[in-house]
């Protein structure tokens, strides 16, 4: 039901190192972390990067757009001083550069397909493509990645290019249709803010044969709580306080 690890390094360091860069990446390996989510999004030319948010402004200076500028744009543009000047080095990656880095050092990703709005169908066709080419290139050791997207759209895309890759759905809130949707998607699994999550559905998720991973628990008390509950997995801004050997009696 959830073949992959339990604790997963939130946008690659946490808050230790800027979100989604090769930089936090290298911060969650650190740490002994075999296990990654990030974010995935287009260019304007249709090229994979990581990124968490469609307008600059966060973490790039300045204003503009990820759909608006083109990736050989984006792999100049400064993605870490916003976090600290440590970082003014660290540039916007491509999800293949990320990928190959991953897969080097062996590391499981979650990769959250994140579509600028309107661009649903392209990112999830996209990604799935460009993974599917990625995998077979890295050869007999690569570890296969999970996607999950809260656009039902982009992960059904994503279904139609590589129906092999595996999906999670990602729901904020509780809702009614969950199972319904996980069986159109043919997902492995139901992703979902533990802020929202309860024993009771917590249990209806597992009895109905799905893995349940949870985002993003940074208190370990409410991580061994809610593994308690038969969640399979989560992610931690955390990495230096939950670590990759967390379990609910630790
Ligand atoms: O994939 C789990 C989590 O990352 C979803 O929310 O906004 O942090 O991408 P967000
Ligand atoms: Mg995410």
């Known amino acids: 039901m959830w073949p992959y690890p339990k604790i997963v390094a939130h946008r690659g360091g946490g808050s230790l190192a800027p979100e989604n860069t090769l930089a936090a990446m290298q911060c969650g390996l650190n740490y002994g972390f075999k296990a990654v989510e990030f974010d995935v999004m287009l260019s304007k030319d249709g090229i994979p990067v990581l990124m968490h948010d469609p307008d600059f402004g966060r973490t790039i200076a300045g204003t503009g757009s990820v759909a608006t500028t083109l990736a050989r744009d984006l792999f100049q543009m400064d993605a870490g001083s916003w976090f600290d000047s440590r970082f003014a080095d660290v540039h916007v990656p491509s ?91 043919s997902a492995v699994a139901l992703h979902t803010n533990q802020k929202y999550l309860t024993p009771v559905w917590a249990k209806e998720i597992k009895n109905a044969g799905f893995g349940l991973f949870c985002y993003t628990v940074n208190a370990p008390a409410r991580g061994r709580e809610i593994l308690q509950w038969g969640v399979d997995g989560f992610c931690t801004d955390r990495i230096d306080l939950i670590g990759a050997d967390f379990a609910e009696d630790s």
């Open 95 to 185: 999800y293949e550069d990320v990928f190959s880095f991953c897969q080097a050092h062996q590391i499981w990703m979650n990769v959250e397909i994140k579509p600028v709005p309107g661009f649903e169908q392209e990112t999830g066709h996209t990604v799935a493509r460009l993974t599917q080419e990625l995998f077979r290139k890295t050869g007999e050791e690569a570890i296969p990645p999970l996607f999950s997207s809260f656009s039902l759209e982009a992960l059904m895309s994503a279904k139609d290019a590589a129906p092999e890759i595996a999906r999670g759905y990602l729901l904020d809130e509780f809702d009614p249709g969950w199972r319904e949707t996980l069986d159109s998607l």
